[in-house]
């Protein structure tokens, strides 16, 4: 992991986000349970060629939680009003995980204020099994708390040199609100067909990328939603799970900076 210690700002309505950098702006969203800093080495690479705008999401980091029991399209909307309160009227937009879901739907509807959207590990139209199981975990952290063991071990499963990554990542799950968490999850898991038919309309270069070992953000979602998307790209970076932004950081970078010449 880098050695950057981001200096967080706040909005008026209690969003934290670290800005860094200079150029295009390109706002940055990190999945349940993590925080902006889940972003450090794609922030310390394309910081040098764009204006990076790293958000914590609600009730993560250190920003503001939302209302309990929120659905997607609630964080969709805090997602446009941070941006109006920050001053940003057009945006390169990438997402991981939840922060997929929510960059998915702002380009569905404010999509004339992205220029570009990436999706980083993001869900699909999940099966009827995989939904099942999402939904089940949503009703047991709604009941029981923060699961750490399980995550950690869907995202990185028991690769050695990801060692560094999972520790990182324990540490983001175990310090987490547990309500936000809930709330986040919730929206997470009944999240993924919500903007799904939308595609076709997103006109703006579209990159979906995942690694080709994640069991739930998986190879054939990026493909399906890059191939209805008419500037539709899809990335599958072989031997890695779903913290692709941590376990193969030059990787994630190139391709979201060729993403960002798109």
């Known amino acids: 992991m880098t050695s950057i210690t981001p200096q967080r700002s706040r909005t008026p309505s209690?969003?934290?986000?670290?800005?860094?950098?200079?150029?295009e702006p390109l706002v940055l969203i990190h999945g349940v349970g993590l925080r902006l800093e889940a972003w450090l080495p794609q922030i310390a690479a394309l910081r040098q060629s764009h204006r990076v705008i790293a958000l914590d999401m609600p009730g993560h980091g250190e920003s503001a939680p939302i209302a309990p029991g929120a659905a997607?399209?609630?964080?969709?909307?805090?997602?446009?009003?941070?941006?109006?309160?920050?001053?940003l009227d057009r945006i390169n937009l990438a997402g991981h995980s939840m922060g997929a879901l929510i960059s998915g739907g702002a380009a569905a509807t404010f999509g004339d204020r992205i220029a570009r959207v990436a999706l980083v590990n993001g869900v699909y139209r999940r099966d009827a099994d995989a939904r099942a199981a999402v939904l089940a975990r949503a009703r047991l952290i709604a009941a029981e708390g923060v699961d750490v063991d399980g995550p950690l071990q869907r995202w990185f499963g028991d690769d050695p040199a990801a060692a560094e990554a999972r520790r990182q990542t324990r540490g983001w799950l175990a310090g987490v609100d547990p309500a936000a968490y809930?709330?986040?999850?919730?929206?997470?898991?009944?999240?993924?067909?919500?903007?799904?038919d939308a595609w076709p309309r997103v006109a703006c270069p579209a990159l979906f990328l995942t690694g080709r070992e994640d069991p739930n953000s998986t190879p054939a979602m990026a493909e399906a939603m890059a191939a209805a998307a008419p500037r539709g790209a899809a990335v599958i970076i072989p031997g890695h799970r779903h913290m692709v932004t941590l376990t193969a950081p030059d990787i994630v970078n190139a391709v979201l900076a060729d993403w960002l010449k798109r």
């Open 14 to 23: 209690g969003a934290a986000y670290w800005e860094t950098g200079r150029g």
């Open 72 to 87: 997607l399209p609630a964080f969709v909307a805090w997602l446009g009003r941070v941006l109006d309160e920050i001053g």
């Open 182 to 196: 809930a709330t986040a999850y919730g929206a997470f898991a009944a999240g993924d067909a919500v903007y799904a």
